[in-house]
């Protein structure tokens, strides 16, 4: 996000940072004030989200012990009431207010909007999950927000193309949980957020559900008879769910459903091989040593893709397929519209012949291949992901005083390179491309370099103290 919200792994807080103002006149006509820094702790990812959120913000609504609303004249408690009464945490200030307010008990309702239009609750912190005791002691409260379910963006899906249905055919159903859509796209609901799932079939001559299944599906095996030819699963659980005409979420039943026509007592020949697709290996088909790269691409078919996997130099390295995981291979991801992805990191300089197979449920194979060169890294590497992407980069580790170390960031010139320094004194020094120095200074914070060239950046930095300090490299869209 222009500063996020990522990482529903890492956490937001409310630091709450408390001493009381100094008053040296006679008795006041309002109860004391008391520091209150509201901000976070470390970076600001997603707060109760996975890594494809959107650009979004925190809208905070402030009660007192008696459930009404503070008011504020800029950040400073307003007794009138007559001042706003919602406080922002967004990039513009670094996700963090300091405020005055009286002693007592608070409650802090956050709402996460999206960016582009501020119209989309992508987030809900109730104020109940979120209270503290405001006095003259240092204390923290850890902010809860939870991702909203939109009924209409989410599916119960096979997890790999399924074109074609026939009795006996076993395949994975996944739960895709999401937000509501932001420019076309909706983040994932991770599964902190959704209780526990209940699969059921629509008849019992349906198929068989191979196991209760989990947060994120099923497996289920397609049965079906003359007079019952379609597979009807539907998933049941609570999620965080928009309340209608409001800006709140509650915590409330929803189903999805999944329909599918199975052919029965069909005879047929499969002949057509899988259609596969590989992204080319960025950048120009290179790869660093030690470093991960992401492998992606698309997959389908007219009946049912079973397997895909990844090799290099005829090594297996990722599979769809548990018993090849099991074995050690890692996981292929697939994205139940027909993406798929998987990570390689190579361990070996030179030339790496990369091979994916697809596979049907016919045994039909499909085979796409790619030469990787395979270089030494001379830097610190990093291909430059969005914020908020999957492959978010932060990198966290302690400094010793007049520590060097270069960083290599590739762009691939679809953003705007940003770069942060959580914090600490450093000297910085970024090169772009073309080798012109786009920054030179001291540094610490939200650097927009105005760079969108794409290729290589060289930025070196130098630690001024003993510290601990986490960079976080990303792209902004135009």
Same mark, same amino acid.
């Given at each position: 996000?222009?500063?996020? #919200?990522?990482?529903?792994?890492?956490?937001?807080?409310?630091?709450?940072?408390?001493?009381?103002?100094?008053?040296?006149?006679?008795?006041?006509?309002?109860?004391?004030?008391?520091?209150?820094?509201?901000?976070?702790?470390?970076?600001?990812?997603?707060?109760?989200?996975?890594?494809? #959120? @959107?650009?979004?913000?925190?809208?905070?609504?402030?009660?007192?012990?008696?459930?009404?609303?503070?008011?504020?004249?800029?950040?400073?408690?307003? @007794?009138?009431?007559?001042?706003?009464?919602?406080?922002?945490?967004?990039?513009?200030?670094?996700?963090?207010?300091?405020?005055?307010?009286?002693?007592?008990?608070?409650?802090?309702?956050?709402?996460?909007?999206?960016?582009?239009?501020?119209?989309?609750?992508?987030?809900?912190?109730?104020?109940?999950?979120?209270?503290?005791?405001?006095?003259?002691?240092?204390?923290?409260?850890?902010?809860?927000?939870?991702?909203?379910?939109?009924?209409?963006?989410?599916?119960?899906? &096979?997890?790999?193309?399924?074109?074609?249905?026939?009795?006996?055919?076993?395949?994975?159903?996944?739960?895709?949980?999401?937000?509501?859509?932001?420019?076309?796209?909706?983040?994932? #609901?991770?599964?902190?957020?959704?209780?526990?799932?209940?699969?059921?079939?629509?008849?019992?001559?349906?198929? =068989?559900?191979?196991?209760?299944?989990?947060?994120?599906?099923?497996?289920?095996?397609?049965?079906?008879?003359?007079?019952?030819?379609?597979?009807?699963?539907?998933?049941?659980?609570?999620?965080?769910?928009?309340?209608?005409?409001?800006?709140?979420?509650?915590?409330? @039943?929803?189903?999805?459903?999944?329909?599918?026509?199975? *052919?029965?007592? =069909?005879?047929?020949?499969?002949?057509?091989?899988?259609?596969?697709?590989?992204?080319?290996?960025?950048?120009?088909?290179?790869?660093? /040593?030690?470093?991960?790269?992401?492998?992606?691409?698309?997959?389908?078919?007219?009946?049912?893709? /079973?397997?895909?996997?990844?090799?290099?130099?005829?090594?297996?390295?990722?599979?769809?397929?548990?018993?090849?995981?099991?074995?050690?291979?890692?996981?292929?991801?697939?994205?139940?519209?027909?993406?798929?992805?998987?990570?390689?990191?190579?361990?070996?300089?030179?030339?790496?012949?990369?091979?994916?197979?697809?596979?049907?449920?016919?045994?039909?194979?499909?085979?796409?291949? /790619?030469?990787?060169? #395979?270089?030494?890294?001379?830097?610190?590497?990093?291909?430059?992901?969005?914020?908020?992407?999957?492959?978010?980069?932060?990198?966290?580790?302690?400094?010793?005083?007049? /520590?060097?170390?270069?960083?290599?960031?590739?762009?691939?010139?679809?953003?705007?390179?940003?770069?942060?320094?959580?914090?600490?004194?450093? !000297?910085?020094?970024?090169?772009?491309?073309?080798?012109?120095?786009?920054?030179?200074?001291?540094?610490?914070?939200?650097?927009?370099?105005?760079?969108?060239?794409?290729?290589?950046?060289? =930025?070196?930095?130098?630690?001024?103290?003993? *510290?601990?300090?986490?960079?976080? &490299?990303?792209? !902004?869209?135009?």
């Amino acid at each position: 996000m222009s500063k996020h #919200v990522q990482g529903l792994a890492a956490a937001t807080i409310l630091t709450m940072l408390l001493a009381a103002c100094q008053q040296t006149t006679a008795p006041r006509t309002q109860a004391e004030l008391v520091k209150v820094q509201l901000g976070a702790a470390g970076i600001i990812h997603a707060q109760g989200f996975t890594g494809d #959120v @959107p650009d979004a913000h925190y809208d905070i609504t402030v009660r007192d012990s008696a459930g009404k609303v503070v008011a504020f004249n800029g950040t400073t408690f307003d @007794p009138s009431g007559a001042g706003s009464t919602t406080l922002t945490l967004s990039h513009s200030n670094e996700f963090a207010q300091t405020l005055l307010l009286p002693k007592g008990a608070y409650s802090f309702e956050s709402r996460v909007k999206d960016d582009a239009s501020s119209a989309v609750l992508l987030g809900y912190g109730p104020g109940s999950e979120n209270t503290a005791t405001v006095d003259a002691s240092s204390s923290v409260v850890r902010l809860k927000t939870h991702a909203v379910f939109d009924p209409a963006s989410s599916r119960l899906a &096979p997890a790999m193309p399924l074109s074609e249905l026939y009795t006996d055919s076993t395949f994975n159903l996944g739960l895709y949980p999401k937000t509501a859509p932001v420019s076309g796209q909706s983040a994932t #609901v991770p599964t902190s957020d959704i209780g526990p799932v209940t699969y059921m079939l629509g008849n019992s001559t349906d198929g =068989v559900l191979n196991g209760a299944g989990s947060k994120i599906g099923t497996n289920v095996t397609a049965r079906g008879t003359a007079a019952d030819s379609e597979l009807n699963v539907a998933a049941s659980f609570n999620a965080w769910v928009y309340n209608s005409g409001t800006d709140t979420a509650s915590y409330q @039943p929803v189903t999805l459903n999944f329909a599918k026509s199975i *052919q029965t007592n =069909v005879l047929t020949a499969d002949m057509v091989m899988p259609s596969l697709t590989v992204a080319p290996v960025a950048p120009v088909a290179t790869a660093y /040593q030690d470093q991960v790269t992401t492998l992606s691409g698309s997959v389908s078919d007219d009946v049912q893709v /079973q397997a895909l996997r990844v090799y290099v130099d005829s090594n297996l390295v990722a599979s769809t397929d548990a018993a090849d995981q099991a074995g050690g291979a890692a996981t292929v991801l697939t994205d139940g519209a027909g993406g798929w992805s998987a990570p390689w990191k190579p361990s070996a300089l030179g030339t790496a012949d990369v091979t994916v197979i697809a596979e049907d449920s016919s045994g039909n194979e499909t085979r796409n291949e /790619q030469s990787v060169t #395979v270089k030494k890294q001379d830097a610190i590497i990093f291909v430059v992901p969005h914020y908020y992407s999957v492959g978010d980069v932060v990198i966290g580790d302690n400094w010793a005083a007049g /520590q060097t170390k270069t960083y290599k960031l590739i762009s691939d010139g679809s953003g705007e390179l940003h770069f942060r320094l959580n914090q600490g004194s450093t !000297h910085l020094t970024a090169i772009s491309p073309t080798g012109n120095v786009i920054f030179d200074g001291d540094a610490t914070g939200y650097w927009d370099f105005y760079a969108y060239d794409a290729g290589d950046y060289t =930025v070196t930095i130098t630690s001024l103290q003993d *510290q601990y300090i986490e960079l976080e &490299p990303h792209l !902004h869209s135009y």
